[in-house]
């Protein structure tokens, strides 16, 4: 997989850190931005939403959760169709937490990434990278014991490329099956949450106990 042409969409702290990530690793990454002052600090190529999307063999949407529509709009549905298309995102609400828990826009009998499927059905998405901080995302550090990161999604291939570079960055991959799953996987961003908001405890992931 290194070598692949990786097109992140979005300029925020988590655009930055899988950036950083994937060059690691030896990707080819552009970041994409409708501000391009906001990545005055990226060390690497950059462009707008529409010169990214049409970059990336695959692609990573690190957008404002409201903003998804026109996000896709920006890109271009002939720059996304038929690629792996990486859902970061979670369908936080403008209202500010309650009691440290996050609001979404969304019900559990829906999810973002379902009506961002929708909306583009011939991208390949798979939900990723969401139930996480930043700084955590790529060579998490919990004393040699994998997080697991949690991921779905309708198309198989894409899930194994995915579960590929997750691998690579040090996570233990747990599929929870169709795009549906992502009414369940979007939430646990909410729990992560709470520690931070209620102690300021922001180092801690989630894993998957089996036996």
């Known amino acids: 997989m ?11 702290p988590v655009a930055i850190a899988l950036g950083n990530g994937f060059q690691k690793y ?4 552009m970041l994409g931005s409708s501000d391009l002052n906001k990545l005055e600090k990226w060390n690497g190529k950059k462009g707008n939403f529409s010169e990214t999307a049409k970059f990336g063999e695959i ?7 409201t903003k998804w529509k026109e996000a896709i709009d920006s890109c271009g549905a002939d720059n996304l169709n038929n690629k792996i298309i990486i859902d970061v995102n979670n369908p936080i609400a403008e209202a500010p937490p309650e009691n440290g828990v996050l609001k979404f826009f969304t019900t559990l009998d829906n999810s973002l990434m379902e009506l961002m499927q929708s909306y583009l059905p011939k991208g390949k ?10 700084h955590l995302m790529v060579d998490p550090d919990f004393g040699g014991i994998k997080p697991s990161m949690f991921i779905c999604g309708n198309d198989s291939d894409a899930k194994k490329d995915v579960s590929s ?3 690579q960055f040090g996570w233990e991959i747990e599929d929870m099956g169709k795009v549906e799953a992502a009414r369940a996987i979007e939430p646990l961003c909410i729990l992560w949450c709470i520690p931070g908001f209620a102690s300021n405890s922001w180092v801690h992931a989630f894993k998957l106990l089996k036996k």
């Open 165 to 167: 570079i997750l691998t």
């Open 26 to 29: 030896g990707y080819d990454v």
């Open 59 to 65: 692609i990573i949407l690190s957008i404002k959760g």
């Open 125 to 134: 998405f798979v939900k990723a990278f969401s139930c996480v901080g930043n």
């Open 2 to 12: 290194s070598g692949k042409k990786i097109g992140i969409v979005g300029s925020g």
